[in-house]
């Protein structure tokens, strides 16, 4: 101990020393196995880790740690079983490259290590694999000695999965949940809502990018994120730093196996070579066309090393393929033999035949090289496919060949375009006399498949026959070019009502119909009748073209009553606000009987010459008072 001592006081008298002088980068090299490959698919997969690496380096920043990245050193597929029981061996196994360098190799003098022991200058092994039925509820676990980590993935946790790498890399840096002994000062923190990383809980992890390590100086929700000496990731991570900083600058023998031991236990060991220590054997870069045909349906992409190697070498080149509106992802590898310096590699396509709106692309990255250099200024080639298909303009036509409508309406009709959108295109309208449009032109823009035409008209006529039609295109073709308009008007044909008063005959209701306003055309009209004078039925009646009044007879059924007379149906034409009339006759009263007249004194029985005046008298009396018994009245 007493070395890490006399390292801890070395730190403590160097605050100032500055840390970006040179940084840490923590090279990855990630091996999944072929179960998770094909429940997550290819690309989800690489998405997922990469994404997971980010969320590492944006939560190091966030939680104030300085001069520590990390990156991904390669992909590589590992065909064995792994499982919670056994993930600590098989990251051994990956890793006894790094463990050799880590304990034999003298990289504080700056030996170089032979890089056949590791192509891809690796530190730390991830292992991707699926959720151990056995474990659950495990998503990760790290490996002593900074060797490297394991995942646990499903589908349906992994889009609440975005620290768990950050979180099992934490462990190999001496940080420790939230529920570990005070012995421990790494230790997971909750401020306000949010959970530290180190969270023993996996449902409490952050969810991106919320995602920090517990450091007392940053506050959340009101509330510090840590305790100083307690709770504070942050002081152990940028303490681990710092004396990796200052042995850089010691000499350490390899036979000092003791202090090394110590020493790597207490600061684990993260960065085992820098840039500048790497053997360079050569430098790959990538080029490529500026651009190429679609129709060619393939591009070369061509790959050169700055020197030949002694060595079998390889890259793996990623490729963005944004072909015809989809965009495709490519991973493939090209390795150079020994002693070659250049290599040509084909992509291949396929060119459907369709105009695309979004420009084609080719987009290819060179990364994760073996025993390799990647060139900063030659490490991508992007290649524009020009596209020589023809846009597809459409063909326009109205949706109906033949539209009704009533004079005083607005008319809509639908213009349609079918068989591609891929330009903007401008109809031309032409109507006839009776017609006008809101708009003489209609524009179809990009993807617009329907358009909508409204159009008043000033029809007097009661029946007019119009048209709509497209006169030109400016680009596309024409099918359906016009529609038939069929006004209806049916005020040409009048307005029908009653007159203002009904005539009483002896056993009829006379009432006349009237036609006002235009008296185009043949019309029939239904009167229809119902009360105790007529009873309930009704008769037709016909204006001839030209016609404005027409009688109508009811006849009665009882001496006295009420009647309603109304129009009911109308074959053309309006009806009138005057829509019925309403008859009543009253029943004239019983007269009361005569008193039988005295006899004259003085006149035999039998002579009646005087009473026949007087009856005569009395009869004609009672007439005039029938007469002035009888009434009627209309209502409208």
Request: net charge negative.
């Amino acid at each position: 101990m007493k070395y890490i001592n006399i390292l801890i006081a070395l730190i403590m008298m160097l605050p100032a020393l500055n840390l970006n002088a040179q940084d840490f980068n923590v090279r990855l090299g990630i091996y999944y196995t072929p179960e998770i490959e094909n429940e997550l698919g290819s690309n989800r997969l690489r998405q997922f880790v990469e994404d997971s690496v980010r969320n590492l380096n944006e939560a190091l920043v966030a939680s104030q740690v300085q001069g520590l990245t990390f990156s991904i050193s390669s992909f590589n597929e590992y065909d064995g079983d792994i499982n919670d029981s056994n993930s600590t061996r098989v990251l051994n196994d990956i890793s006894g490259d790094l463990r050799y360098v880590l304990l034999e190799g003298d990289i504080f003098n700056r030996v170089e290590i032979p890089h056949t022991k590791n192509p891809y200058r690796t530190d730390m092994v991830v292992l991707v694999t699926q959720v151990d039925p056995d474990y659950p509820n495990r998503r990760g676990k790290a490996s002593e000695l900074s060797a490297g980590i394991t995942m646990f993935l499903n589908k349906e946790d992994l889009d609440v999965s975005d620290y768990v790498l950050a979180h099992e890399i934490g462990h190999t840096l001496l940080l420790e949940h939230d529920t570990k002994s005070d012995k421990y000062v790494g230790r997971a923190y909750k401020c306000g809502n949010v959970h530290t990383i180190l969270t023993e809980n996996f449902n409490n992890l952050p969810q991106y990018p919320n995602g920090i390590f517990s450091n007392p100086n940053i506050t959340k929700g009101g509330q510090p994120c840590g305790v100083v000496n307690a709770y504070d990731s942050a002081s152990v991570l940028n303490a681990n730093i710092q004396a990796h900083e200052i042995h850089r600058h010691h000499g350490m023998s390899v036979l000092d196996w003791e202090f090394r031991a110590e020493f790597g236990r207490e600061y684990p060991l993260l960065h085992r070579w820098t840039d500048e220590e790497m053997p360079k054997r050569a430098t790959v870069g990538i080029k490529a066309v500026n651009e190429v045909d679609e129709s060619a349906e393939q591009v070369t992409v061509e790959l050169t090393l700055s020197n030949a190697v002694n060595v079998e070498t390889a890259v793996e080149l990623k490729t963005y393929l944004q072909i015809d509106g989809q965009l495709e992802t490519r991973f493939e590898q090209v390795v150079f033999a020994a002693g070659e310096t250049y290599k040509e590699h084909v992509i291949t396509f396929e060119d459907d035949s369709t105009y695309n709106r979004i420009a084609n692309s080719i987009n290819v990255f060179a990364q994760y090289p073996k025993q390799l250099k990647v060139s900063e200024r030659k490490f991508q080639s992007t290649v524009n496919l020009i596209d020589d298909d023809p846009a597809l303009n459409g063909e326009f036509g109205f949706s109906n060949a033949t539209y009704s409508m009533n004079q005083g309406d607005e008319g809509l009709v639908t213009i349609n375009r079918t068989n591609g959108a891929d330009t903007s295109v401008t109809l031309t309208l032409e109507v006839s006399d009776k017609i006008q449009l809101t708009q003489e032109t209609v524009t179809f823009g990009v993807d617009e498949y329907s358009k909508t035409v409204k159009f008043t008209t000033n029809a007097s006529e009661a029946l007019s026959n119009e048209s709509i039609t497209i006169k030109e295109a400016s680009a596309g073709t024409i099918t359906q070019g016009s529609v038939d308009v069929e006004i209806l008007n049916e005020s040409a044909y009048g307005v029908f009502s009653f007159n203002e008063e009904p005539v009483l005959t002896e056993n009829t209701i006379q009432v006349v119909l009237e036609r006002s306003g235009q008296s185009f055309g043949e019309v029939d009209v239904e009167v229809a009748y119902f009360g105790s004078l007529t009873g309930e039925d009704s008769k037709w009646v016909n204006f001839a073209n030209g016609q404005t009044t027409v009688s109508v007879n009811v006849p009665f059924i009882e001496e006295a009553g009420i009647a309603t007379l109304y129009i009911k149906n109308l074959s053309n034409g309006v009806k009138g606000s005057t829509a019925s009339v309403k008859v009543a006759i009253e029943a004239e009263p019983e007269p009361d009987p005569l008193p039988e007249p005295e006899k004259p004194a003085g006149k035999a029985e039998g002579d009646s010459g005087g009473s026949v005046g007087l009856w005569a008298a009395l009869l004609l009396l009672g007439g005039l008072i029938r007469s002035a018994a009888r009434k009627t009245t209309k209502h409208a």
